[in-house]
């Protein structure tokens, strides 16, 4: 159901090779793929590989990626996994899931978004807040940690749809599963969804009557 409402879905941070998905991906922690979308143009420009950001001073960086946010920290996250590609890959992004998760910066959600959608490689499910918070609203998983939520969509999907899922999952918690006002009534999935009628952020005046009311005739059953 999500591939034919999404058959377009893919990662949405620009990108013409890993090293370039490997930069906007450390760059979109705390920020928007839209707003990198802008930044990343100018700082490929001027450092086109791995090879060239690992010579770059952090003050040469940091203006270019002001506008993400986290400049400073993203900076020293970008130099460092560049300098790192330099002295043990060549200047090339690995292209194993236990060889990336070494590169400083570079997490399990990072690694999965480079190998799956910029190497063509599937060795995990990407999950980010989206894939998360759907994947829980969905019923399936029940644990609330990323690694954990990773093995369960392993198990429960086809290896080949572990790259195409996150996204489309990713597409609909940016357009319709909203982390705030999910919107249930255009859902496609609704039918499906046990949390179609409980995730709801709607406030909940009515418990506290409910349970003076449930006091109310219990005292009234107690005294008859
Ligand atoms: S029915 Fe609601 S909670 Fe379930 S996937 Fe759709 S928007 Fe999200």
Redesign the pocket.
């Known amino acids: 159901m999500l591939a034919q409402k999404w058959p377009e879905a893919k990662c949405e941070l620009d990108h013409g090779n890993p090293y370039e998905l490997l930069v906007a991906t450390i760059l979109s922690a705390q920020s928007t793929d839209k707003m990198i979308n802008t930044i990343t143009p100018a700082l490929f420009a001027k450092y086109p590989d791995a090879t060239a950001l690992a010579q770059a001073e952090p003050g040469e960086v940091e203006p270019l990626i002001f506008k993400s946010g986290f400049y400073r920290n993203k900076t020293k996250s970008l130099l460092g996994m560049a300098r790192a590609l330099v002295e043990k890959h060549g200047g090339d992004v690995p292209g194993t899931l236990d060889e990336l998760v070494q590169v400083p910066g570079v997490g399990r959600k990072t690694a999965n978004v480079v190998l799956g959608n910029a190497m063509g490689k599937t060795e995990g499910v990407v999950v980010d807040t989206h894939v998360m918070?759907?994947s829980q609203?969905?019923g399936l998983t029940t644990s609330d940690d990323p690694v954990e939520i990773e093995q369960d969509l392993m198990k429960l999907l086809p290896r080949e749809q572990w790259t195409p899922f996150a996204n489309r999952l990713i597409w609909?918690?940016r357009r319709?599963?909203?982390a705030k006002n999910?919107?249930?009534d255009?859902?496609?999935?609704?039918p499906?969804?046990?949390?179609?009628s409980i995730?709801t952020l709607k406030p909940a005046a009515k418990k506290p009557v409910a349970k003076k009311a449930g006091k109310r005739a219990a005292k009234k059953r107690a005294r008859s």
């Open positions: 918070r759907l609203r969905l609909h918690g319709v599963c909203f999910p919107d249930h255009n859902c496609l999935l609704a499906l969804c046990p949390s179609s995730v």
